[in-house]
């Protein structure tokens, strides 16, 4: 079954050293290599920076554009992993594995067609 991982930016991403950052991308790419290499990764990719959004609002058929992430919240998404493991279990052990100092990991189904 397939799962997608919202893998959020942690502090230490925004508070931590050079050298801090370099050896948790270091750990962050090692676990990337790992799991796309026994097949557990479908696909996944880093979002560059919240400041970068651009949300668009649809209301009553009608578009706008806000320069700004959709959601105002202290967490923002840093990056997402599609993951195919045998169940719910498999999925939440691999995200509880993400190699940070902190950080959450949302975990959702993906509805197969």
Same mark, same amino acid.
């Given at each position: 079954?397939? @799962?997608?991982?919202?893998?959020?930016?942690?502090?230490?991403?925004?508070?931590?050293?050079d050298?801090e950052?370099?050896?948790?991308?270091?750990?962050?790419?090692?676990?990337?290599?790992? %799991?796309?290499?026994?097949? =557990?990764?479908?696909e996944?990719?880093?979002?560059?920076?919240?400041?970068t959004? =651009? =949300?668009?609002?649809?209301?009553?058929?009608h578009? =706008?554009?806000?320069?700004?992430?959709?959601?105002?919240?202290?967490?923002?998404?840093?990056? @997402?992993?599609?993951?195919?493991?045998?169940?719910?279990?498999?999925?939440?052990?691999?995200a509880?594995?993400?190699?940070?100092?902190?950080?959450?990991v949302?975990?959702?189904?993906?509805?197969? %067609?």
């Amino acid at each position: 079954m397939k @799962y997608v991982l919202l893998l959020t930016r942690g502090a230490w991403q925004e508070e931590g050293s050079d050298q801090e950052r370099a050896e948790v991308f270091g750990r962050i790419g090692e676990w990337f290599a790992k %799991h796309r290499a026994d097949g =557990t990764i479908v696909e996944a990719q880093q979002l560059r920076e919240p400041h970068t959004a =651009t =949300t668009v609002v649809v209301e009553r058929g009608h578009s =706008t554009m806000i320069d700004r992430p959709l959601l105002e919240a202290k967490e923002a998404i840093g990056g @997402y992993a599609v993951v195919e493991v045998p169940d719910l279990d498999a999925a939440l052990r691999l995200a509880a594995g993400f190699p940070v100092p902190d950080g959450k990991v949302e975990v959702r189904p993906v509805v197969e %067609h």
